[in-house]
């Protein structure tokens, strides 16, 4: 069984695969680069390059997993049109999973896991997990619901929500607000190395395949991101008569 990963929700490109045999997963690949000029522009090509590291193509997946945010308005929209489009065209199933929980997979040690993204606006996406070893890759509960806020808000409602525990603070949001966390966490919040803060896709494809085997695929007429808060373009207010 072959699956294929991928999240927009950052600025950051996420794409890879598994394959798994009899249970196990036995192959694996992942490409994780700046998205730049756009998701829009290389999306496709890196998936299709990432597939051809194992002598794969879009027609040989079995099941195809994205990020459904939180995350920006516009990679999000684009990440899900991708994947839309090739589930119709392949007639494979889709799932989303959460793309803070993917960030948290991606931690090492387990234990109480807070992803952080920078949302802009002086604002953080932000979710606590508690991350558990498995035999293969890991799994993450929720220990908070997700949310988004003021970063002073995220920060106060973390040092309340983990006190006295011992907390992992990963993503985009460390790079803009690291002093602002230090103050609120102390010492007892380890910040996470550079390869933590971005989306692992191999991770992010386990969970969805962890989720599938559950529950089954999404309903493609009716999957959609999460944004969790109002997009910044509204539509202009009619003109009185």
Do not use: N
Not at 33 to 41: K, M, T, V
Request: aromatic share 4%; proline share 7%.
């Amino acid at each position: 069984m072959l699956i294929l990963s991928l999240d927009t929700s950052t600025l950051q490109s996420c794409v890879g695969w598994i394959e798994r045999e009899e249970g196990v997963i036995v192959r694996q690949a992942s490409l994780s680069a700046p998205a730049g000029p756009g998701h829009a522009e290389t999306l496709v090509s890196r998936i299709e390059m990432c597939l051809e590291l194992g002598g794969h193509a879009i027609r040989d997946l079995d099941l195809l997993v994205f990020g459904r945010g939180p995350g920006t308005f516009t990679g999000l929209r684009i990440g899900l049109s991708t994947v839309k489009g090739i589930c119709l065209a392949e007639d494979i199933p889709l799932v989303g999973v959460s793309s803070l929980e993917a960030l948290a997979l991606g931690t090492s040690p387990p234990g109480l896991v807070a992803a952080i993204v920078d949302a802009r606006r002086g604002e953080l996406f932000y979710g606590l997990y508690q991350v558990e070893a498995r035999d293969e890759l890991p799994m993450a509960r929720p220990a908070a619901p997700e949310r988004v806020d003021k970063a002073s808000t995220c920060l106060e409602i973390l040092a309340r929500e983990t006190a006295g525990q011992p907390l992992t603070v990963i993503g985009s949001g460390v790079f803009a607000y690291r002093t602002q966390l230090t103050r609120h966490l102390g010492d007892r919040a380890r910040i996470g190395s550079a390869q933590e803060h971005w989306i692992h896709p191999v991770a992010l494809a386990a969970a969805g395949l962890s989720a599938y085997d559950e529950s089954g695929g999404d309903d493609l007429d009716s999957v959609q991101p999460v944004y969790l808060r109002e997009p910044d373009a509204k539509l202009p207010k009619p003109r009185p008569l």
